[in-house]
């Protein structure tokens, strides 16, 4: 991306950070605030910003966007999408749980696709539990303006359009999907960590979306 000409900014979610004491406390909020920080950051100099999310920071981006859809000028959902009002990652995680490490590779099956052994031992090592509030957290989206942000999805892990027959269908994790007003679908077939199996293709769909 960079050799591309663009500016890039790796953004640590709050919660993320291995070094952070007290890491285990953080929110569904304060990821947002990461997120707000980051493209503050990146538009300071009145430049174009277009936000990648990834996997469950869906939830935190779709936060960010109902909050001020003028933020970004693209958002780019990379085996991800936007969420619902009420919805949450995973409510069934119990109250007296503090935080939810990366389960054992046999649970994540084909999710898994493309990843090399190496990969996967880079992977577990670098792991980073989740705080449990975060996959608690319903969130609470009330502007519909956000829909009308110019949006990208790109499909990995099942193919663009039977995520787009899930999302007509109603089913909850990409309902909000067909509510997009200005919605692009891109295919790269892989794993859920297309970062990890093939992060030059990756690096190719965002570039090619942000540059037209």
Known sequence: MRDRGHNVIPVTMSGLDPNDPHRAERTLADQVDSLRSA?????????????VAHSGAGFS???????DPTVVDRI????????????AFDTSVPSDVQEVALPPFEQLAASLDGLSKEALELFRQRAV????????????LENDSRR????????CLYPSRVLMQMAHEGNPMMAEAALLRDLELIDLPTGHWPMWSRP???AVAIAATVDH
């Open 148 to 155: 009308s942000v110019p949006s990208t999805i790109i499909a």
């Open 39 to 51: 493209v503050s950051t990146a538009g300071a100099d009145d430049s174009s910003v277009v936000l």
């Open 76 to 87: 780019i959902y990379v085996d991800s999408g936007p969420v619902a009002d009420g919805s």
């Open 129 to 140: 539990p989740m705080p449990a509030s975060v996959m608690r957290d319903q969130v609470s």
């Open 61 to 67: 981006a779709s936060m960010l966007l109902d909050q």
């Open 200 to 202: 030059a293709d990756l």
